[in-house]
DNA sequence: TTGAAAGCGGTACCAA
DNA sequence: TTGGTACCGCTTTCAA
């Protein structure tokens, strides 16, 4: 069995208040003692229980991350940038994904008494579940979704990108313009949405049709490609929601020989790294920095070194490559 | 502040041993206490104390996963899989990466006295330090790592497919073979460059040469294509030990125009999303079944539904794309 | 400089 | 069916 604070105290002949200075290199222990409890600790392979120092200090020394879901590279991406700075702040990070589950309220909820604080990404969880963490003082960062009250939040600029990514079609010649994605799924989503309406609809003789594919991914992109194509209803402009959606319609219309850009435009949004390879037009957002930006926000939190709200909005960078046609002097 | 059990057990008027009964539905409470208990846990907005629980119980309801890095497709996939999997049999995730730094152990060591098991990607820590955690009673699975004494592992298969794409690149006419990536780095890359070598060394005339890059990336494998470009020593074909940097080779190469599969040929390893963009003959492991597989594993072992070791070899699959050429009959 | 002891928030055994 | 209480392993205050 693991030793505990009182072997230590046993073997090296003195209490465990003693025991626990030493272990918090405490001032007022003199050195012999000192040597005798870590001769002890040496000895008996000793490691503070991290339960019992938690439920005592009244704090975890962990922050969690909530996912609607782990799939894709946006995810990855974040995570990582998030567990780089937590560790580096000497935090355990929990993860979880809620795949849209019912029970999500429960998880989460669960989750938070393990941690500190909270890192709460797009729609996991319904607004009235946040508020009442929020209430309870656990410290929260909301990542790419909008700001709630004075919790912090992080998120990529969204309407500038999307606006010239609809002028960047529009001016390669498309009048028929398909959003592909879901206004619902997340609050990212919505935002590109809407500023692609706004542009569309103040183009002359342009229009905007949104359709949600059934999913996030290559096949749902596919799927939505190969019915337009079947109905010989091949819209100008494709403009998806995330990459992968969009190297989905892009390899059905490039099968059936279809001439992209001149025929029809694609365009995705994250650029991952099949992007690249794809020749995607899309646009980059800079993930990996969005999680550590949570995590430094988290901490001010967490640590009370800041107390006023912060809203973070980091900038995104439009990749135009041969998916869409440059507009030519 | 958070109510605790004796706030609901005053409120209730009952003892908290019998507050603890009703939280775990107790057969031996009466119906009216019951509800008198329920309806001070509503009142009072009650959640029991993860903390006092897990100390009490001794036990985490939660498990962790060590990475060396968390960058790149395949890690991802692992956490998904292993997130998914251990979410569904309720227990909590904690993610660590080491990122090859000197305090691993020590943070190891941290993150296992919050969990009840863990599962050990590659060369994340040394092995005393993995056979400290085992001897102390701790749980664990190794994945991606050579099994050790009986502690249960998990791996893809490596050798097979090593000699079929050996096989592949020498039919497609391949006589200086070059592997790219350095087998010291992880187990996989060492049993993947010795099948290799094996091959190789029956094969008529067939060299193969190891060069290791500086890390795992595009930039690392675009590098090492560009230097041999340089001194004008292409080989034959490009065995590397990971799709980023076959990716990067292969970029690199077409950019300057050499033939490939003509002149070079070039093959990856995971089969990330980029593979088949880039045409890119690579080795499809089942990166969310390691995951997956991984945290069922451990799962039997805290739960103690097995006490035999087992080692699981999940198997490979070669996909042949354009960067290889096939040989004619 | 050191120790005794009261928590932290639960679980579960033993009596009543 | 219920309550009293001894832990679980540590931190920290108060006295000595």
Redesign the interface.
């Known amino acids: 069995m693991?030793a505990t604070i009182r072997d230590v105290a046993r073997v090296a002949g003195v209490s465990i208040a003693t025991v626990s200075r030493v272990l918090h290199g405490h001032e007022n222990v003199r050195a012999g003692t000192r040597d005798r409890v870590h001769a002890a600790i040496e000895e008996l392979q000793f490691?503070p229980?991290?339960?019992?120092r938690?439920?005592a200090e009244r704090r975890?020394a962990?922050n969690g991350i909530v996912f609607p879901d782990?799939?894709g590279?946006y995810?990855?991406e974040v995570?990582?940038g998030y567990?780089?700075v937590a560790?580096e702040l000497g935090r355990?990070?929990?993860?979880?994904?809620t795949?849209g589950r019912k029970a999500a309220p429960s998880?989460v909820?669960?989750?938070a008494?393990?941690c500190d604080g909270l890192v709460v990404l797009g729609r996991t969880v319904p607004d009235d579940v946040v508020a009442r963490l929020a209430a309870?003082g656990l410290p929260l960062v909301l990542l790419a979704r909008p700001a709630v009250g004075d919790i912090d939040s992080v998120q990529a600029e969204n309407a500038g990108s999307a606006a010239r990514l609809a002028e960047l079609v529009v001016g390669g010649g498309a009048r028929r313009i398909v959003f592909v994605g879901d206004p619902d799924s997340s609050p990212d989503v919505q935002e590109r949405c809407a500023s692609l309406t706004r542009v569309a609809g103040q183009a002359r003789d342009v229009t905007l049709d949104v359709v949600p594919p059934d999913g996030f991914g290559?096949a749902d992109g596919a799927a939505l490609a190969t019915s337009a194509l079947a109905a010989d209803a091949l819209a100008d402009a494709y403009v998806c929601a995330n990459d992968?959606l969009a190297?989905g319609v892009l390899s059905v219309l490039r099968e059936h020989g279809v001439d992209v850009p001149g025929r029809v435009q694609v365009t995705g949004w994250d650029d991952?790294?099949?992007a690249?390879?794809?020749g995607l037009t899309t646009v980059r957002q800079p993930m990996r920095e969005l999680g550590a930006t949570a995590a430094r926000l988290l901490d001010e939190r967490i640590s009370g070194t800041r107390t006023d709200p912060r809203h973070e909005v980091l900038p995104t960078q439009l990749v135009v490559r041969t998916s869409t046609s440059r507009k030519e002097a």
């Not at 229980?49 to 019992?52: A, E, I, P, S």
């Not at 355990?92 to 994904?97: A, E, T």
């Open positions: 693991q490691r229980n991290r339960l019992g938690s439920l975890h962990a782990l799939s590279p995810y990855a995570v990582l567990e780089a560790a355990s990070v929990l993860i979880l994904s795949h998880m909820e669960d989750m008494g393990r309870r290559e992968e190297l991952v790294m099949a690249r390879y794809a």
